[in-house]
């Protein structure tokens, strides 16, 4: 049985306490993204197929997904993020895994690239 070994604060009336065996995160990050060149390539005829690929992405990577939307030319996705993975790595491997998706179902008449930066931005739970 693990010990409590210290009282580290209280949240709408929880209290927490730091104990040696677990470890309490709550990390909310938006991520925003274009096409590259900001083309207006992201159809509406498949843009939920996508939400849905990427969802999966940050799942198999174990974060939650809270949101997700996109406009012809870039995407915003808001996660609960888990510790374990880098934002960079994370992003890296959505892009990556979700461009070669687009190009294997052949959704776009033309080349698909996302472009090489992205925003992303921390807030609290209020």
Known sequence: ???????????????FHFIVANSYTQIHIQ?????KFRTALIDSEWKE???????????ENKHK????N???D??????GMRPHQSISSLIQ?????????IKLQNLCSQPFAWQEGYGAFS???S
């Open 65 to 68: 997904m809270l949101q997700i």
């Open 93 to 101: 491997n959505v892009k990556t895994e979700s461009s070669k998706w």
């Open 74 to 79: 870039h995407i915003h996705i808001f996660i």
């Open 123 to 125: 807030y609290a739970k």
């Open 31 to 35: 991520f925003v993204f274009a096409v």
């Open 49 to 59: 197929r996508l939400h849905q690929y990427i969802t999966g992405i940050f799942q």
């Open 1 to 15: 049985m693990y010990r409590s070994i210290g009282t580290i604060g209280a949240y709408q009336g929880f209290i």
């Open 70 to 72: 996109s406009m012809p």
